[in-house]
């Protein structure tokens, strides 16, 4: 059976954006550092959808898979949308629950730093929810990584003085969406995540 990367929480939307670029290069970049296994990535997000959606199909579309690992992308559209962020603290939390029994590996994504959710009434909201992620992963009963998005793509802008227009999808109106360019350093960044934690387990 091969090894299995389960992404939830990023859109279905195929042909652009992280999505495709998860699945087909960052594959490619898996199979690459890990030769002589079989590793499939499937998403089994869907757009629009947060954590309170989500949960409610864990166990069809994530515990039946038998991931080897879940990467679960969380707070944009929460944030964006000025949900109720305990809400999806809530749900993150059950989502969690569920996966503790089975041998998998977890990698939590939190928001995005775009200009959708950087406005004066969401700017607070996404920062909320990166630190109930992280407070989420710390009290968590079994070993649960976080990837740092919005501080990483802080440094990009404010460090690298790249700016938005480049971040950002130039055909999204809502100036929510990563770029190509984007996400692919990010997936990049989240690949080298992926070996440096298995390297970690092994020593």
């Not at 879940?70 to 000025?82: C, K, L, S």
């Not at 996404?126 to 501080?151: G, I, P, S, T």
Request: aromatic share 6%; charged share 25%; net charge negative.
């Amino acid at each position: 059976m091969p090894s299995r990367s389960l992404l939830s929480g990023l859109p279905q939307r195929p042909g652009r954006g992280l999505w495709f670029l998860i699945l087909i290069g960052w594959r490619a970049q898996l199979r690459a550092s890990y030769s002589g296994r079989c590793i499939d990535v499937l998403n089994r997000g869907k757009g629009g959808e947060e954590a309170p959606v989500e949960v409610l199909r864990f166990e069809r579309d994530v515990i039946a898979e038998n991931p080897c690992l879940v990467i679960w992308q969380i707070g944009t559209i929460a944030a964006w949308r000025g949900q109720d962020i305990e809400e999806v603290v809530g749900a993150l939390r059950d989502g969690l629950r569920m996966l503790k029994p089975i041998p998998v590996d977890v990698i939590l994504m939190y928001p995005q730093y775009v200009p959708a959710v950087l406005t004066q009434g969401k700017r607070p909201l996404a920062e909320l929810m990166v630190r109930r992620v992280h407070e989420v992963a710390d009290e968590a009963e079994f070993a649960v990584n976080v990837f740092q998005r919005f501080e990483l793509m802080r440094q990009w802008h404010e460090i690298e003085q790249i700016s938005f227009d480049t971040l950002v999808d130039p055909d999204d109106v809502d100036r929510l969406r990563q770029s190509d360019a984007s996400v692919r350093r990010m997936a990049a960044a989240l690949h080298d995540l992926i070996v440096a934690c298995q390297q970690k387990t092994q020593e």
